[in-house]
DNA sequence: AGTCTCTGTAACCGTTCTGTTACATAGGCT
DNA sequence: AGCCTATGTAACAGAACGGTTACAGAGACT
């Protein structure tokens, strides 16, 4: 779950601080030193997360934040501050910032903010049950029954198989199943799907009688 | 009989003035500037009245509380405003308030009012009561009893308990927990939450012997 | 102020999971 | 059949995860 996140910052230290820590987290980062070239991106990338502070050298940050919403940008904001007077408080969070955070600021709590506003911005969470053939699929106690009988699996295992039964008929090969399961950050040699997908074979039909799972072979695997 | 009283008014000194009141009758109190996450509040905890400005910037007190009743939120309301004409006043109880006083006004009588509904609303509170397997949750008296045992929880303890009672055979996970149990703003290690259910688990299972709460390893906590 | 309870944090440890590797087997092609 | 490649299988080790305990700070109560 790689974000790309926009920092704003005129303070060039800070700036650099800021980056080397939050790429550390596997996040992808850009920083500028003004609001300069920033709305641009906005408009025209898909960031995730802008980090602006609110004492720039000419515009003010919440200003310029309050403009991108005018032209319909809905970029989640966190918000550094020297100041930690309330009425700065305030007024950030009512032009739309989602967060507020004032210097010096602790680096891990910047990055737990981060991550509760990214987990909050992309959540749809969609429950309900996944049914195919005798298998069905409860994501909401994340149960997998077959036949009737229950089958405990891991997290990785219940991910895997919730991919494959929401594609099914379609041959999904190993890339795509690495970066929908396993997510598209890491780095990891193909065989890790291979492995995967036969303990998965193994809990679900274990003397093979079933074929739920087939391989394709050059290409993929699909339940079909 | 300690009730639980929120407050929304957006004059700081009018809004503390109130608490002050209130806390030394032994209300427990919560106020608010704006109606910011009051909705949250109301939905999710059990709050006995709550005190509504009618003229808070933007959104109009007596509004928010329509939008409340959408929900069916129906926490009683004693509304505050500045404004005395006749029109005002039964716009108030249409909407569906229950009291109304217009500022300045005395406290002794603000007490006297919240104190009649108090005890009006009392009586018609078939406070629900969650249940589960043999565990009984008593939301009004806040009460746990198991195969008929009184068992004593703290706050954390019970509203977690409640929390995973209301979600039964959905896998919660440790953000979703934090957000609803810790409240969404604060920022906590999740090995808090670890810490918390296991405290709670020693408590109503010692012995483990009833495996209530389910760990999901990688995901979070059940009870299913 | 002092005590007690509650609760967040950190450290440690055992368990489970999972990525990797090496080897075996199967499928497809000439 | 023989070869080559892709896939299955088994074993292992490191990583991830959660349980547990200890501790300290916050808050309530005396």
């Not at 004492?55 to 550094?80: C, H, K, W």
């Not at 291979?194 to 339940?223: C, F, Q, W």
């Amino acid at each position: 779950m790689s974000a790309f996140i926009v920092i704003v910052e005129d303070e060039e230290d800070i700036l650099e601080l800021i980056e080397y820590n939050l790429e550390k987290e596997g996040f992808d980062t850009m920083g500028f030193t003004s609001t300069k070239n920033v709305a641009q991106l906005l408009e025209e990338e898909s960031v995730d997360l802008l980090i602006m502070d609110r004492n720039l050298p000419g515009v003010e940050g919440s200003e310029f934040v309050a403009q991108m919403r005018g032209i319909g940008v809905d970029t989640p904001v966190i918000y550094l501050s020297a100041k930690n007077k309330e009425s700065d408080i305030e007024e950030g969070f009512d032009r739309g910032g989602d967060d507020y955070m004032t210097k010096p600021f602790n680096m891990k709590e910047l990055v737990l903010r981060i991550k509760a506003i990214l987990k909050r911005t992309k959540k749809d969470k969609t429950e309900g049950k996944v049914i195919y053939r005798d298998i069905t699929l409860d994501l909401g106690s994340r149960e997998l029954s077959i036949e009737g009988n229950n089958i405990e699996l891991t997290k990785l295992e219940f991910d895997l198989l919730h991919t494959l039964i929401s594609n099914q008929n379609i041959v999904l090969d190993r890339d795509y199943l690495l970066e929908h399961v396993w997510g598209g950050d890491a780095i990891y040699q193909d065989r890790t799907v291979n492995v995967a997908i036969n303990r998965l074979k193994e809990k679900i039909d274990p003397d093979k009688s079933k074929e739920y799972i087939k391989t394709v072979r050059g290409v993929g695997y699909t339940l079909c």
